[in-house]
């Protein structure tokens, strides 16, 4: 470079140290300035030989985000030097020891966390791509600051990508719409979510970007004058009220157009709301509210609303902080207009997120913040879970809708739109959530997959002797009541599966065969399974019996026999079982919530075999594929085309539940319906799902369905029930 090139270049840093400095959001003191300068002249003396693929000064990089930090998320001073610094450990000859020397021990932290997630393995696997995500989140246990610094930085980089390779922009993008700009959004930066997700979709589909970017520009005459003639109807009657306000349109953005265009099944030119109205209005804390809801009259006054569409997050604002009325009304020219009403504090929220909370509260920072990571902490609580598994379950979350519900007492609690009394009952402890038996909505019984409705007060029944079952998974529908369930199902079945070791080993002991990992491995085969544990949790629950045992016993003494047979014909290996046959014999494959059975293709990049967590994704000209979760394809796919993946999961047979009607036939005698229930009820895995018994002239018949594991179980209980006093005769129907 010349040296004319170099000063021209110096100059512009120098330029953009002072901008840094006078576009910050919080008030800077004289020691917050010094503390920037001492960051900025180390990031520049650090990264003096640096460039960025564009040619231009690597500088430029650390500055940018850190200006993203001070102005559109407004962090403090600490954060603004930690942003300049983000790089210095990861790229140069600095040690985060001399870091912490010359910042303090809060900067070294904050830099610290932004270089583990550096060196975390950029790799195409997405069940790699999981992990990472998860162990970002981990860093929120040092200090949440990493994360929101993160953002920013992802930020500037997709704002910059344009001298990268191709192939690298679309991996950058994916990963971005897939982690980054759900984290935004949960962290309350509507603007940065929108940046991102628009960014995104700018290198995953191109075209469809730059369609709907050259007709919002055709349209933006035709919107301002809309709003022009919009704000001259309700002008007038605002000035009345003597409210000062600024009235602002707003277009939705290109990949939320995008969405609804794909979702809704229309054109550019069918979604109906591309755009929103902005009424921002000064006021102070007393008034807020009130005001508010007097403009929500003025507009309503001469626009007619869309009762269905009101949302009052002033009254119940969301878990992000975010506070707001909307309304969408009939505006002129018989066009649908959201109307979005909100003050100067409430709208500086919606834009900085937690950061503009710090401003407001004074003394109680960070309440709101150390909620949050409260719940991504519970979230993260249960790390043994399949990666992919918790974040698909972390972005549902974090982008559900929320719903406010009550509890007895009065509470108000914030859950997902979708959740269930179950969510509902972890919601408010673990210990309450396990021991859930039913629930009351508005003081009726309801079931444990009922949908809560904002405004449903919610009472949940406990009982010591309940418990989870493998059924509450497909009424539960947060990340943390599922993670839960999960844990205890685990428990569970590890403990029925101690017991069927110990019976395993004293049926094999009566068969003279001895226990040991040849044997248990022989069985695993013997029985298709997968594993040693599948082996003793079906021992456990009777669904390998005696029988079968021995013919497994069997198979063994004949094992010379069957090698002599063998060679005149073939017999079956394991690896030569087809899919039917396991499907058929052992599990089942289904699709949705409503876990329908249908034909699919099992993907040959991964080959899922039963027992795997799969998805299953809609194909244009081979129907359903179905892949592993952490196959190498996935996060493509989920990335780019969501809208055709489906919930898939293998059936196991052991966790199917049957019907069964058992007949009932005695002499009829006092208490005799109580002896019967309360023998079915203390019977392991039995429900009552249906009774009925009558009575003629002394004698009974009754008639019980049940629901039931398997065929050993259902034969034990009828066995049971011919034992109490006055029965004579029990059948099955």
């Not at 401003?359 to 992919?388: C, F, H, I, M, S």
Request: a neutral charge; proline letters at 3%; charged letters at 30%.
């Amino acid at each position: 470079m010349t040296e004319a090139a170099i000063d021209k270049e110096n100059k512009q840093i120098a330029r953009q140290y002072k901008e840094l400095l006078r576009i910050s959001y919080q008030t800077l003191s004289e020691d917050d300035k010094k503390l920037i300068r001492k960051a900025f002249d180390t990031a520049v003396d650090a990264h003096k030989d640096q460039r960025r693929k564009s040619g231009e000064a690597y500088i430029f990089h650390p500055i940018a985000v850190a200006k993203i930090v001070a102005s559109e998320i407004g962090l403090d001073a600490t954060c603004i030097a930690a942003a300049l610094l983000h790089d210095v450990v990861e790229d140069t000859e600095y040690t985060l020891e001399n870091i912490e020397e010359m910042f303090g021990k809060t900067v070294a932290k904050i830099v610290d966390g932004l270089t583990k997630i550096s060196h975390l393995k950029k790799d195409k696997d997405v069940s790699l791509q999981a992990e990472n995500f998860r162990k970002m989140l981990l860093t929120l246990n040092d200090d949440v600051r990493v994360i929101i610094i993160k953002i920013a930085d992802r930020l500037h980089n997709m704002q910059t990508m344009d001298a990268m390779r191709a192939d690298k922009q679309e991996k950058i993008a994916s990963e971005t719409l897939y982690i980054y700009a759900p984290l935004a959004h949960r962290i309350g930066l509507y603007n940065i979510k929108n940046e991102l997700e628009d960014l995104g979709l700018k290198y995953t589909e191109p075209d469809v970007y730059n369609d709907i970017l050259t007709k919002i520009r055709e349209s933006k005459e035709e919107q301002d004058r809309y709003i022009d003639t919009f704000t001259q109807t309700i002008q007038q009657s605002l000035d009345q009220e003597g409210i000062e306000y600024e009235i602002k349109g707003r277009p939705k953005s290109i990949y939320s157009i995008r969405r609804k265009m794909k979702n809704q099944n229309v054109s550019f030119d069918e979604v109906y709301d591309k755009f929103a109205v902005r009424i921002i209005y000064k006021t102070n804390p007393n008034n807020e509210k009130f005001l508010a809801w007097k403009i929500y009259s003025v507009v309503t006054d001469h626009f007619r609303p869309n009762p269905t569409r009101l949302r009052d997050w002033i009254s119940s604002p969301k878990s992000t902080g975010y506070e707001a009325l909307h309304i969408t009304v009939m505006g002129p020219k018989g066009r649908w207009v959201e109307v979005q009403i909100r003050s100067e504090r409430m709208n500086e929220i919606a834009e900085k997120g937690y950061a503009a909370h710090y401003k407001y509260k004074q003394g109680n920072d960070e309440d709101g913040l150390d909620e949050w990571v409260r719940r991504l902490q519970e979230a993260l609580e249960n790390p043994e879970g399949n990666a992919v598994d918790f974040v698909e379950q972390f972005k549902l979350n974090l982008y559900s809708k929320e719903i406010f519900v009550f509890t007895p007492q009065g509470d108000l609690k914030s859950l997902p739109k979708g959740a269930t009394p179950l969510d509902f009952a972890f919601n408010i402890h673990t210990e309450v959530g396990y021991h859930t038996r039913g629930a009351r909505v508005n003081g009726k019984l309801v079931p444990l997959s009922h949908v809560l409705s904002s405004g449903d007060q919610v009472e949940v029944i406990t009982s010591d002797k309940a418990k989870p079952n493998s059924n509450w998974l497909d009424y539960a529908t947060t990340a943390r009541a599922r993670a839960k369930i999960k844990a205890s199902l685990k428990e569970e079945k590890k403990d029925i599966a101690e017991e069927g070791k110990v019976i395993l080993t004293r049926k094999l002991r009566a068969q003279k065969i001895p226990f040991n990992e040849k044997t248990v491995n022989e069985l695993v085969v013997f029985f298709k399974l997968k594993t040693s544990q599948d082996l003793f949790y079906r021992v456990g629950m009777g669904i390998i019996d005696n029988i079968k045992l021995k013919e497994y016993a069997a198979s063994r003494s004949n094992a010379l026999v069957s090698f002599f047979k063998s060679k005149i014909k073939k017999s079956p290996k394991v690896e030569d079982i087809d899919k039917d046959e396991i499907t058929v014999k052992y599990d089942q494959l289904v699709f949705g919530k409503e876990e329908d059975v249908l034909d699919y293709k099992l993907a040959n990049c991964c080959n899922p075999i039963p027992g795997d967590s799969v998805f299953g994704f809609v194909t244009v000209s081979e129907g359903i594929k179905v892949h592993k979760k952490d196959c190498p394809n996935a996060i493509q796919l989920q990335s780019n085309f969501a809208y055709r993946i489906m919930q898939a999961k293998w059936k196991d047979s052991s966790q199917e539940e049957f019907k069964a009607v058992i007949k009932l036939q005695g002499i009829d005698n006092l208490g005799l319906v109580n002896d019967v229930t309360k023998e079915i009820s203390s019977n392991m895995s039995v429900n009552i799902r249906n009774i009925n018994f009558d009575s003629t002239d002394g004698v009974f018949t009754g008639k019980v369905t049940v629901i039931v594991k398997n065929n050993t179980i259902l034969k034990k209980l009828m066995e049971h029930l011919k034992k109490i006093n006055g029965i004579d005769k029990v059948t099955r129907e």
